[in-house]
């Protein structure tokens, strides 16, 4: 007969286990509590976090890599956090990616114009560098 189980404690960790993990600086995650990302338990001075303020912070951080604002990122971690349905959730999520694609379009556009812009002084000031050299070198 084997040993009666015992149920499962949920891991925790610390403000040090997840900046290091997520190469965040401690300051970063007090920052994310203090917007609602994260809900630390505290055990005296020290902050908790559970696995689900991990998942948490791995979906903000994902989220500021797409470019998404804050309150993106924690309207679609709470909804998450819900029992709602899922296709909402995820109609709700591809609204603001595509909100945030067509951001990233016009922005790539203007990028474009001001690089081709940016070409054409760079030519004339090489014509004019050019035509400067040949005076200066027909004065010697």
């Known amino acids: 007969m084997s040993p009666p189980t015992r149920p499962k404690e949920a891991r925790t960790f610390t403000i040090t286990e997840l900046a290091q993990e997520f190469d965040v600086t401690a300051r970063a995650i007090r920052f994310y509590e203090d917007v609602g990302l994260l809900e630390p338990a505290r055990a005296g001075r020290n902050r908790v976090y559970t696995q689900r303020d991990r998942t948490r912070l791995k979906l903000t951080l994902r989220g500021k890599r797409l470019g998404l604002s804050l309150q993106e990122i924690k309207q679609l971690v709470d909804m998450y956090d819900t029992e709602a349905d899922t296709a909402v959730q995820l109609q709700a999520f591809l609204g603001v990616l595509r ?36 005076r200066e070198g027909a004065r010697r």
């Open 99 to 134: 909100d945030h694609r067509l951001q990233l379009e016009r922005q790539l556009e203007d990028i474009q114009v001001t690089l081709a812009e940016i070409a054409q002084h760079e030519q004339r000031c090489r014509g004019l560098l050019t035509q400067a050299q040949r």
